[in-house]
Every structure is written in structure tokens, then in C-alpha cells.
Nanobody, 128 residues
Framework: QVHLVESGGGSVQAGGSLSLSCSAS????????IGWFRQAPGKEREGVAA????????YYGDSVKGRFTISQDNAKSTLYLQMNSLKAEDTAMYYC?????????????????????WGQGTQVTVSS
């Protein structure tokens, strides 16, 4: 299994930027998709972005395309979510999660039920 820890959340005004980090430890040599998800109070968990560990393809939810960027530092087993042009509706708890995938997989889903290892989450609050 892989253990995930998020960091970097906080409060920012609308139009601002934040960067989140997801540090992976444990079985990072296996094949995983790492996804970023968010959940606001009273709403369903939403897929934000995903990419395979060691992969290049990136996947984004429609609501964040063009504003958020997922990236990774393989040497550090860390994934990042750069969030620009933040809006009040981006306010949520943000989680990273791992989906074990067949070796060589490049395609990652943004479906929460496919992800089995979850971090504890980090809060992002955007004020308008």
C-alpha cells in the first residue's frame, strides 16, 4: 500500500493561487494513479486532477481545466496541484488518493470509488 499526506492548504482571496503537495510513501514502486479530489460541505466528492506515478498524461475535471495543474517530482515521490485563478466555489477539503493500476497504465480515472488509499485532506478556503 501507499501512504499519502497532503499539505499546502490555506486561505486565499479569489483570483489568488495556492499549491498543494501530496507526499507518497510505502509501496511507491508499484503502479498507481494519484488523484486530487475535493469535497465541499453538503456536496459529493469531486475529481479534480490525476496522473500516473512516473507518467506524463494528466487529467482534469471540467471545473478546473485551464486553472489547475497537476505535476510530480518522481525523485521525491511527491505530487503537486498548482491552483491559479481561484474562485469561491473552489473552497473545499482537498484530498489526494491512490488507485492501484496495471503496470504501464497511463490512463487515470477521476472517479473517487476507484481510489483505495486516501490522505487526511487539507482545507482550501477562497474568499470572494
Amino acid at each position: 500500500q501507499v501512504h499519502l499526506v497532503e499539505s499546502g492548504g490555506g486561505s486565499v482571496q479569489a483570483g489568488g493561487s495556492l499549491s498543494l503537495s501530496c507526499s507518497a510513501s510505502g509501496d511507491t514502486g508499484s503502479s498507481y494513479c494519484i488523484g486530487w479530489f475535493r469535497q465541499a460541505p453538503g456536496k459529493e466528492r469531486e475529481g479534480v486532477a490525476a496522473m500516473a506515478l512516473g507518467g506524463r498524461n494528466t487529467y482534469y475535471g471540467d471545473s478546473v481545466k485551464g486553472r489547475f495543474t497537476i505535476s510530480q517530482d518522481n525523485a521525491k515521490s511527491t505530487l503537486y496541484l498548482q491552483m491559479n485563478s481561484l474562485k469561491a466555489e473552489d473552497t473545499a477539503m482537498y484530498y489526494c488518493a491512490a488507485d492501484p493500476r496495471p503496470a504501464g497504465t497511463q490512463y487515470c480515472y477521476l472517479l473517487p470509488y476507484k481510489y483505495v488509499n486516501w490522505g487526511q485532506g487539507t482545507q482550501v478556503t477562497v474568499s470572494s
